[in-house]
């Protein structure tokens, strides 16, 4: 057996014993994570440093903060998560009891991500816990620091047999995807995600698919440029642009795109100083690989600011294109790096069919202070989350689902929907012996009159209010009590 | 063919006109007349197929689809509307909500055992929610499916919501093209490769399956009650229905109990000889006829066992004491015979469940609440009825799908509109409050950092969830 197979196995062991059920027990496994950021902050920020040149700070502030707080909101409401959702009946329902009855779905497989590791590999771990499953984690190897504080850190926190860390590269994640889970969760690229939805349909498995594309970004000749401009500088270059909802490129109309450039320069001496590079806050790409993937977009773009870079240290300082066609390279697939190109057009119908052209983005931005522009762009395009007027934040609000569509993805996450994302909602419906009687419309031999009765019963009934619904209760208990005893003689 | 079909839905979408409420509406109209005006070919049909009686076509099939319909209509301004969702400190002046969309073009492909229901309620929920949608038919239904396609483009836009015909090659043909949600009835063999094909395009899908949907009879119930009930939601339409009881689990001490109100309650709904009722059926075909009787070799039934090849006709049939490990147990029967097994109590019925894969439903019979949701707790399954079977189905407030090899996602009412949309987050600011973003900005330093996180940890701590 490999050790895939073994961490898999023992998992599914380990959700069989029940012990993942109890609401007591996955509070705990919460509450033990947490205190795993508390306690472990310092070892977890020097990883992210090693891997990302993130400074401490920034650390929390894009991820562990948002963990903790998911965490948070979590305990305090998986009670209410967990427990049997009523839900409205009808006439023939109505002394039954009818509810929904979330429960685990059994061993999650959960495939994160190297650009906010813990954010996309542990988020969905809460809603795994929280739901009441076993999961298999398996890290990005490309985070390498990372991955490694996860693969130690998480058994000494949690129970390391319902969630083993399995970390590897291409070939583990393929013997893992050989193995049976009853979900599975992945973060990362359309590609991938074809390949991971092809082995999940062998066995019939439910997959969440977190990827990506093209974010695009439209800046409306009637808004207030500067704000839009930093909000925007600041959405593009966080984690030196390895953010999946990142704003992928600009769209605005030519008399703009000089204005824009300049605004967004003050907005990047701003934030990273006039040198970048000796910027604490500046991010670094992951590796060569993707370095030298982004270097080559440059090829056939005019550059309007930045461009400086060293290889060696894996530094691309803040970059904005001009002018930039259609058919450039930088606009063939998403760029997950810090460049920004801009391309003009006519104006908002020229923006929604240029979008349109494309696939569904994962996020869409609109820069206007015109509610009109907002509405139409809104209404005329789709992607997985929308925002006017700023960048990311969607993100950040628990209560908003967080998702693609298309080829940005399928399924959605965050707060209560991870919960329900990775439970099975079962509908259940719980009658009584009794009022045999009132089923005697649906039981061979078949007449006209049953099937009367049966159309009366069953098509009246949705539309009534409760009164109605009252009295066509009494009327079925008469009707009931009536062919009773026909039938009993 | 198939292609320039798809080609012409997609255009069609495109167009944006089947986004308006009235649009989605009307059409929705015209597919309640449909249903009232055509009731008598669309019973004929099926007595062709399946040799269903002309009072079970409505009772089973088109009062549901009419209800689903009145339903849609009556709510589909709320399920489109936005829906905003709690705000938190930092975005108490933005507008936050989750906005519904139609995904596109939608491929439905439909089953032959309720080849109207299978299809219809699919259709109702891609109507509903804004979409095309291209209906695929069950070959084996061959009389429904023409009627279906005849009948179809007279009352639906006829670009928006074509119907294709044709079997196995046809389909994979479909399957090959994009679509943006494929939803499909039918086995679990075939769910594999439906699902597999949606991968290529990273296309979401909704598959309901099938599987072997356990009844358990506990030995303190009124067992003439349960018998009656099961005996009817195994026996209609043939025992060819998704969540039929598929085999029963009882104690040793009530199995002749058991079969003696199986074999009354039959009397009493299909006479001595079910081959001269009018509302008893055939099976679909000779392939499923063979395979159905081949299950039964060997063993002797209590009840039943008569066949008729030529009518593709199986009395229905009750077989005691059957092996757990039997090949009648190891497939979906879908067909009119039912195995009882033994287990000692309900516990030992859990594991047998527990052991097995996960079914469409599980039927409970127990006069103790308790006990039944005990049994709710221990096990799994697509969904549940307890002291009857299939009826909550019937009740679409009740998500209806299945789970593990019974099948993903779920519909009925409002599910299917949810199923077949795309739920937007949506985040409304304005371009001011700028001073409300300024401590995310670098840089971090540590006095405005200090601020800055104890703000944002205040306002992630209040925030609620829908």
Not at chain 2, 26 to 38: D, F, G, P, R, V
Not at chain 2, 116 to 145: Q, R
Not at chain 2, 314 to 325: E, F, G, R
């Amino acid at each position: 057996m490999s050790r895939e197979q073994q961490a898999v196995a023992r998992a599914r062991k380990a959700f069989n014993t029940g012990r993942s059920k109890p609401l007591e027990y996955r509070i705990i496994q919460l509450k033990n994570l947490k205190r795993m950021f508390y306690e472990k902050q310092k070892m977890i920020s020097d990883a992210i440093k090693k891997d990302l040149n993130k400074s401490v700070e920034v650390t929390q502030l894009h991820e562990t903060l948002g963990i903790e707080s998911e965490i948070d909101l979590t305990i305090r409401k998986l009670k209410d998560w967990a427990a049997p959702r009523p839900v409205e009946k009808n006439l023939l329902t109505m002394s039954d009891t009818v509810y929904v009855h979330p429960e685990p779905l059994g061993v999650v497989l959960i495939i994160g991500a190297w650009n906010y590791p813990w954010a996309v590999t542990v988020g969905p771990l809460i809603g795994a816990i929280a739901a009441g499953n076993a999961a298999v984690v398996k890290p990005s190897e490309v985070c390498v620091h990372t991955a490694k504080v996860m693969e130690d850190l998480l058994p000494i926190y949690i129970d390391k047999e319902l969630y083993p860390v399995v970390t590897g590269g291409v070939p583990e994640t393929q013997e893992l995807l050989r193995q049976r889970f009853d979900h599975i969760f992945y973060t990362g690229n359309s590609m991938v995600g074809k390949l991971i939805m092809e082995a999940a349909a062998k066995n019939l498995t439910p997959v969440t698919l977190e990827l990506g594309g093209k974010s695009p970004c439209y800046i409306d000749k009637n808004c207030d440029i500067t704000i839009a401009c930093r909000r925007t500088a600041w959405g593009k270059y966080t984690n030196c642009g390895q953010t999946c909802i990142a704003p992928d490129y600009i769209l605005c109309e030519p008399s703009m795109q000089d204005r824009i450039i300049e605004e967004i320069k003050k907005a990047l001496k701003e934030f990273y100083t006039d040198n970048p590079k000796t910027c604490a806050d500046y991010g670094r790409i992951i590796n060569q690989r993707h370095f030298k993937r982004i270097m080559n977009m440059l090829d056939d773009c005019t550059i309007a600011a930045g461009g400086e870079n060293d290889e060696a240290n894996c530094y691309i300082a803040p970059t904005v294109l001009r002018d930039v066609k259609p058919e450039a390279k930088v606009m063939q697939e998403e760029i997950f790096g810090p460049l920004l190109p801009i391309i003009t057009v006519g104006g908002v119908d020229e923006a929604i069919e240029f979008i349109n052209k494309g696939e569904k983005p994962l996020a869409l931005y609109v820069f206007s202070s015109d509610n009109k522009v907002i509405d139409r762009i809104r209404d005329e395009t789709s992607s997985g989350g929308f925002v006017a007027n700023d960048c990311l934040v969607h993100y950040s609000i628990s209560s908003l689902p967080f998702g693609g569509v298309g080829n940005s993805g399928m399924g959605c996450y965050h707060g209560k929907y991870s919960f329900d994302q990775l439970s099975h909602l079962r509908g259940c419906l719980i009658k009584k012996l009794n009022m045999e009687g009132v089923n005697n419309v649906r039981y061979p031999p078949h007449t006209p009159k049953k099937l009367s009765w049966a159309r009366f019963i069953l098509l009246k009934s949705s539309s009534l209010g409760w009164i109605g619904r009252m009295a066509m209760l009494a009327i079925l208990v008469v009707v009931a009590a009536v062919a009773l005893q026909r039938y009993l003689h | 063919m198939e292609r320039q079909v798809v080609q012409r839905a997609k255009e069609a979408f495109l167009s944006g006109r089947a986004r308006g409420l009235e649009f989605r509406l009307q059409q929705l109209h015209a597919l309640q007349s449909m249903i009232t005006e055509k009731e008598t070919e669309i019973c004929t049909a099926l007595k062709q197929d399946i040799n269903r009686s002309q009072y079970d076509t409505p009772l089973l099939e088109l009062i549901g689809i009419e209800n689903e319909i009145k339903l849609a209509i009556e709510k589909i301004a709320e399920w489109t509307a936005p829906r905003p969702v709690e705000k938190n400190l930092l975005t108490i002046s933005d507008e936050v909500y989750v906005q519904p969309e139609p995904l596109g073009v939608v491929l439905i492909i439909g089953a032959w055992n309720y080849p109207w229901a299978l299809t219809l309620l699919p259709l109702i929920g891609a109507i509903a929610a804004g979409n095309a949608a291209v209906v695929k038919p069950s070959e084996l239904s061959e009389c429904s499916s023409l009627l279906l396609r005849a009948l179809l483009p007279r009352y639906l836009d006829k670009d928006l919501y074509p119907v294709v015909m044709g079997g196995a090659a046809e389909t994979q043909e479909l399957l090959r093209l994009r679509f943006d949600h494929v939803f499909y009835t039918g086995s679990s063999a075939v769910g594999k490769l439906v699902m597999e094909a949606a991968a290529r395009h990273l296309t979401p899908v909704t598959l309901e399956l099938g599987g072997k949907s356990p009844c358990y009879i506990d030995k303190d119930c009124d067992i003439r009650v349960a018998c009656r009930r099961i005996t009817w939601g195994k026996f209609v339409n043939c025992g060819q229905t998704c969540i039929a009881p598929d085999y029963i689990l009882c104690e040793p001490c009530i199995q002749s109990r058991v079969i003696e109100c199986i074999r009354r309650t039959l009397l009493e709904f299909y006479g001595a000889d079910p081959k001269c009722s009018a509302d008893y059926s055939r099976i679909i075909n000779q392939r499923h006829f063979t395979r159905i009787m081949s299950l039964m070799e060997g063993y002797t039934p209590v009840v039943g066992g008569q066949s008729d090849p030529s009518q593709c006709y199986i009395a229905p049939t009750v077989l005691k004491d059957v092996p757990p490990h039997s090949r009648l147990m190891q497939e979906e029967i879908f067909g009119p015979v039912l195995p009882i097994v033994t287990v000692s109590d309900m516990d030992d019925a859990i594991n047998f469940i527990n052991e097995r894969e996960k079914p469409l439903a599980l039927y409970i019979f127990c006069s103790n609440k308790k006990e039944a949701k005990r049994m709710i707790e221990e096990t799994t399954s697509g969904g549940v009825t307890v002291n009857d079977v299939m009826m909550h189905y019937s009740l679409s407030s009740l998500p209806f799908g299945g789970v593990g090899q019974s099948g993903m996602g779920s519909y009925h009412g409002k599910h299917t509109f949810e199923r077949l949309s795309h739920h937007r987050a949506c985040m409304l600011r304005s371009l001011n409050m700028e001073s409300v973003n300024l401590a995310r900005y670098p840089p971090q330093d540590r006095v405005s950092w200090k601020t800055g996180r104890l703000c944002l940890l205040r306002t992630r701590m209040r925030q609620s969830c829908p």
